[in-house]
């Protein structure tokens, strides 16, 4: 069972029906099917299967979605590639995982190029939109292939993915993804967003989390719609010509959507979910998202090594035909599967219950089977069939999951845990502050003191005491920042998760500190 299977699935039911849009090219599932295909075959034929790699590095484009399609029915693992990342980056992934294979736009073909005599282990290159000198064109590469059913049978334990982590703790890791972990996600995907008939807009990249919620739309046989950049009009655009009932974005660029003036003379009817996840919203711009776009604001939890945590659905951030409480929309909902297990463990690995603070770990289908050429990280992370995720937080007496944050995030000041993650909450609801961070500082008399880091939305609306006042109003002193620094933004990985260790590096240049 292979993660194409989903394609087959849509093929099966609606063949003749347009599985991937972009621009003025539509797709069937049909044809979808064939190019899927075609390509699995071809790395075949070449040798290429089980334990080989390959890597695709494109923009949203439903050539490069499909190759990675057919580099999985062939029993190879994908390496996804962030256009938006540095060439070196992209180096580094591509030798660290070894990859044989890549497909790619030709945009990025002086890059590619580059950096090929770097790469003894990459063997074969394939430009999805051109004919280059020395490269092999994708049309013309598997032209005689056959689009019948790739004989090769691939196994739900088989890695599907190799995938990079967000890179908020400094280190270099890549997850093992099963097929059977986007087997788990799709029955998530379906339980979280039901929609039989759904139109999902591509916006974010479809090389990470946008690529994995694509596949429960296959399987169903619905369509999707890719755009190359989440740029605010192009997105409440499409969203009113395609009538699309999905879309995923990180809450960065749902802020955006809010302050777009063109927002109001569009027409949203047709959406059923706004979904986010990859990072926290703070309540107050949440009540703001939900007031604007109404009952569709949906949002799931999860990690690389973990997909598919817990999820909150639309209904549930409406109590009695109202926006919820702040309690409930500062949740992360539920777990979504019932074969996925979710617990808080203490420090002393115990099982706690409900309401006291601890590790959230997770155990089930979606999780990753270790990190690759990393067995020490994989020990350290995989524990007994366990995820430890890293993160801290509890259930509520109704199976409500809180994370209250990061274990490396934690403020240890004057001997008293304070987690960064409620202070933001607090400073994210006062009106002149458009995004924060909070994080901790050395100080000779607390240990850590409280810092926080902000983008205000006017710079001369506010001073420094004001806002501090608000904090300690609504948090005491212990918890009250010590200090603010303005900032026109804050530093982020790839995936939009604010990346602190970077905030925090200058303070504890000279000292030791965990990131």
Same mark, same amino acid.
């Given at each position: 069972?292979?993660?194409?299977?989903?394609?087959?699935?849509?093929?099966?039911?609606?063949?003749? #029906?347009?599985?991937?849009?972009?621009?003025?090219?539509?797709?069937?599932?049909?044809?979808? !099917?064939?190019?899927?295909?075609?390509?699995?075959?071809?790395?075949?034929?070449?040798?290429?299967?089980?334990? !080989?790699?390959?890597?695709?590095?494109?923009?949203?484009?439903?050539?490069?979605?499909?190759?990675?399609?057919?580099?999985? &029915?062939?029993? +190879?693992?994908?390496?996804?590639?962030?256009?938006?990342?540095?060439?070196?980056?992209?180096?580094?992934?591509?030798?660290?995982?070894?990859?044989?294979?890549?497909?790619?736009?030709?945009?990025?073909?002086?890059?590619?190029?580059?950096?090929?005599?770097?790469?003894?282990?990459?063997?074969?290159?394939?430009?999805?939109?051109?004919?280059?000198?020395?490269?092999?064109?994708?049309?013309?590469?598997?032209?005689? #292939?056959?689009?019948?059913?790739?004989?090769?049978?691939?196994?739900?334990?088989?890695?599907?993915?190799?995938?990079?982590?967000?890179?908020?703790?400094?280190?270099? !890791?890549?997850?093992?993804?099963? *097929?059977?972990?986007?087997?788990?996600?799709?029955?998530?995907?379906? *339980?979280?967003?039901?929609?039989?008939?759904?139109? +999902?807009?591509?916006?974010?990249?479809?090389?990470?989390?946008?690529?994995?919620?694509?596949?429960?739309?296959?399987?169903?046989?619905?369509?999707?719609?890719?755009?190359?950049?989440?740029?605010?009009?192009?997105?409440?655009?499409?969203?009113?010509?395609?009538?699309?009932?999905?879309?995923?974005?990180?809450?960065?660029?749902?802020?955006?959507?809010?302050?777009?003036?063109?927002?109001?003379?569009?027409?949203?009817?047709?959406?059923?979910?706004?979904? /986010?996840?990859?990072?926290? +919203?703070?309540?107050?711009?949440?009540?703001?998202?939900?007031?604007?776009?109404?009952?569709?604001?949906?949002?799931?939890?999860?990690?690389?090594?973990?997909?598919?945590?817990?999820? +909150?659905?639309?209904?549930?951030?409406?109590?009695?035909?109202?926006?919820?409480?702040?309690?409930?929309?500062?949740?992360?909902?539920?777990?979504?599967?019932?074969?996925? &297990?979710?617990?808080?463990?203490?420090?002393?690995?115990?099982?706690?219950?409900?309401?006291?603070?601890?590790?959230?770990?997770?155990?089930?289908?979606?999780?990753?089977?270790?990190?690759?050429?990393?067995?020490? #990280?994989?020990?350290?992370?995989?524990?007994?069939?366990?995820?430890?995720?890293?993160?801290?937080?509890?259930?509520?007496?109704?199976?409500?999951?809180?994370?209250?944050?990061?274990?490396?995030?934690?403020?240890?000041?004057?001997?008293?845990?304070?987690?960064?993650?409620?202070?933001?909450?607090?400073?994210?609801?006062?009106?002149?502050? #458009?995004?924060?961070?909070?994080?901790?500082?050395?100080?000779?008399?607390?240990?850590?003191?409280?810092?926080?880091?902000?983008?205000?939305?006017?710079?001369?609306?506010?001073?420094?005491?004001?806002?501090?006042? /608000?904090?300690?109003?609504?948090?005491?002193?212990?918890?009250?920042?010590?200090?603010?620094?303005?900032?026109?933004?804050?530093?982020?990985?790839?995936?939009?998760?604010?990346?602190?260790?970077?905030?925090?590096?200058?303070?504890?240049?000279?000292?030791?500190?965990?990131?």
């Amino acid at each position: 069972m292979s993660v194409s299977d989903f394609l087959e699935r849509g093929a099966l039911v609606n063949p003749g #029906a347009v599985c991937l849009r972009q621009g003025a090219v539509a797709i069937t599932y049909g044809d979808a !099917r064939s190019w899927m295909r075609r390509v699995a075959n071809t790395l075949l034929a070449e040798e290429r299967g089980h334990g !080989r790699h390959a890597a695709v590095w494109c923009d949203n484009d439903a050539l490069g979605f499909l190759c990675s399609l057919g580099v999985m &029915r062939a029993g +190879m693992a994908y390496v996804p590639l962030d256009t938006r990342s540095a060439a070196s980056d992209h180096e580094r992934i591509l030798a660290f995982a070894d990859v044989e294979v890549l497909f790619f736009q030709r945009r990025y073909a002086d890059a590619v190029l580059a950096l090929r005599p770097r790469l003894p282990r990459l063997q074969r290159l394939v430009c999805l939109d051109a004919a280059l000198p020395g490269v092999s064109d994708l049309a013309a590469w598997c032209a005689g #292939a056959s689009d019948g059913e790739p004989s090769v049978e691939v196994a739900l334990e088989s890695t599907a993915w190799l995938q990079t982590g967000s890179g908020t703790s400094g280190d270099f !890791r890549m997850a093992m993804m099963p *097929h059977r972990a986007y087997h788990a996600f799709v029955a998530f995907c379906l *339980h979280w967003m039901p929609d039989p008939q759904a139109v +999902m807009l591509v916006a974010a990249p479809i090389t990470h989390a946008a690529g994995g919620l694509a596949y429960h739309v296959l399987a169903t046989g619905g369509q999707l719609v890719l755009i190359d950049r989440a740029e605010p009009r192009a997105v409440l655009e499409a969203i009113e010509r395609h009538r699309v009932t999905k879309l995923f974005l990180p809450p960065t660029v749902i802020y955006r959507l809010l302050d777009e003036p063109t927002r109001a003379q569009r027409d949203l009817s047709s959406l059923k979910f706004l979904a /986010w996840s990859a990072a926290p +919203m703070s309540v107050a711009r949440l009540r703001e998202v939900i007031e604007a776009f109404g009952p569709v604001v949906t949002q799931a939890y999860g990690q690389t090594e973990a997909l598919g945590i817990s999820c +909150m659905r639309p209904e549930e951030f409406i109590i009695d035909g109202h926006i919820a409480d702040d309690d409930r929309l500062a949740a992360a909902g539920r777990p979504g599967l019932p074969f996925c &297990r979710v617990a808080i463990r203490d420090a002393q690995g115990c099982i706690v219950g409900p309401g006291v603070d601890g590790e959230i770990c997770v155990r089930g289908d979606q999780a990753m089977t270790g990190y690759y050429r990393n067995p020490e #990280a994989t020990a350290a992370v995989l524990v007994d069939g366990w995820v430890h995720t890293g993160d801290v937080g509890h259930f509520d007496d109704r199976g409500y999951l809180h994370i209250v944050d990061r274990k490396k995030d934690m403020i240890i000041s004057g001997g008293f845990n304070v987690y960064s993650a409620e202070v933001e909450q607090v400073l994210a609801a006062h009106p002149a502050v #458009a995004e924060c961070a909070v994080i901790g500082v050395p100080d000779a008399d607390w240990g850590e003191a409280v810092k926080a880091v902000v983008v205000l939305r006017d710079a001369a609306g506010v001073d420094d005491a004001a806002l501090l006042t /608000w904090c300690r109003e609504r948090l005491g002193g212990v918890k009250t920042p010590k200090s603010i620094d303005r900032v026109a933004e804050l530093p982020r990985s790839d995936r939009g998760k604010v990346l602190k260790r970077e905030l925090r590096a200058p303070y504890w240049a000279a000292q030791r500190r965990g990131v």
